[in-house]
Nanobody, 116 residues
Framework: QVQLVESGGGLVQPGGSLRLSCAASGGSTIAMGAMEWYRQAPGSERELVATLTNRGYINYGEAVRGRFTISIDNARNTVYLQMNSLKPEDTAVYYC?????????WGKGTLVTVSS
């Protein structure tokens, strides 16, 4: 059973940066078909933030392209989301998702609040 634990969320001022981590256990990130970050703001649907596939394909949601970067450390079984130039509208719970043999696994999320 794959388990994902996100960390790194918190309160940051507009224009600031945060780095989120997603640690995977019960399965190697090398075996994952894709590792992804999603977010859900209050009153909104969950939206895709970034995707990284096992073939190296990377894609970002339109709202974060150019500001966020997804990366992976397979030795640590951890995927990261570097978030720069944060805006109040980036406030949301950020979730990690792993795809393994067609099955999606989710973490419980970490809250990011962008406010002055």
């Amino acid at each position: 059973q794959v388990q994902l634990v996100e960390s790194g969320g918190g309160l940051v001022q507009p224009g600031g940066s945060l780095r989120l981590s997603c640690a995977a256990s019960g399965g190697s990130t090398i075996a994952m078909g894709a590792m992804e970050w999603y977010r859900q703001a209050p009153g909104s649907e969950r939206e895709l933030v970034a995707t990284l596939t096992n073939r190296g394909y990377i894609n970002y949601g339109e709202a974060v392209r150019g500001r966020f970067t997804i990366s992976i450390d397979n030795a640590r079984n951890t995927v990261y989301l570097q978030m720069n130039s944060l805006k109040p509208e980036d406030t949301a719970v950020y979730y990690c998702r792993a795809l393994l043999y067609g099955i999606a696994y989710w973490g419980k999320g970490t809250l990011v609040t962008v406010s002055s």
